[in-house]
């Protein structure tokens, strides 16, 4: 199963770890689309939080890939951290992605 862009375009280019990293941070973005995280925050606490434990380059990895896909956005913060939240005019479109979807990841 690959990660589909809001577009409808396969994005071939998800290692298997990604992917499905990639869909547990939509699940929870899709649970809480306002927040907003770090790599690592997104990590420990979206993830581990959850009980899965992502090596942090994967994350950042599904996160990249998020990005490119038009999901998330990336703003740069002080210091040089970088902070991953879902467009704000994708929400709708991730519920309906993510129940069209949901039948692969029972």
Not at 6 to 28: C, H
Not at 45 to 59: E, F, H, N, Q, S
Not at 70 to 90: C, D, H, P, Q, V
Request: charge should be positive; charged fraction near 20%.
């Amino acid at each position: 199963m690959k990660l589909l862009s809001p577009g409808g375009m396969n994005r071939p280019d998800f290692s298997k770890d990604d992917n499905v990293v990639a869909w547990l941070i939509l699940g929870y973005l899709c649970s809480y689309p306002d927040a907003k995280d770090t790599t690592e925050g997104i990590g420990r606490w979206w993830l581990r939080g959850k009980g899965i434990d992502a090596d942090t380059d994967v994350v950042r990895g599904s996160l990249v890939c998020l990005v490119k896909c038009g999901w998330l956005t990336a703003t740069g913060g002080s210091a040089g951290i970088t902070l991953y939240g879902l467009k704000k005019n994708r929400q709708h479109e991730l519920r309906q992605f993510l129940q069209s979807h949901s039948s692969f990841h029972q």
